[in-house]
């Protein structure tokens, strides 16, 4: 389901088409929930529209469903804090990022696997040496 990338991505064009910067809080508290306490809203709401059963679907590994969301979480907390605070460049180039990756994880591209892989590697060479 890329239905989480949609929704981040959606948002983020609103907020720059409307200076409305309360349409960030729907993917963000989506975000948190999702890290706290398990819970996205947004996933739980597109669960119901599935065309197959649950089980039929690929899930994503857990951990890296979460390190992804924490950078989204991070990125679209940022924007938001900017945009509140005035500090619109900082907020365009927040959002930027975080709107770049979903769409290109849309695409088929993590950008966080990436990360997350490149990371784990660092970490494997380092106690190699």
Known sequence: ?????????????????????????IPLIA???GILFG???IMQLAKRFLKKPK???????WGQQQFNQK????CLGAGWLSFL???NTAGYIFTAMVAIAAFIAILGFCIGCFILFQWKQFQYRRTQS
């Open 85 to 87: 605070l005035n500090w």
């Open 71 to 74: 950078i989204a979480v991070f």
């Open 39 to 41: 819970y996205n809203p």
């Open 1 to 25: 389901m890329k239905i989480n990338q949609w929704v981040i991505v959606i948002s983020v064009l609103v907020t720059w088409l409307t200076g409305a910067a309360w349409f960030l809080l």
């Open 55 to 61: 089980e039929s679907y690929i899930p994503e590994e």
């Open 31 to 33: 975000g948190l929930s």
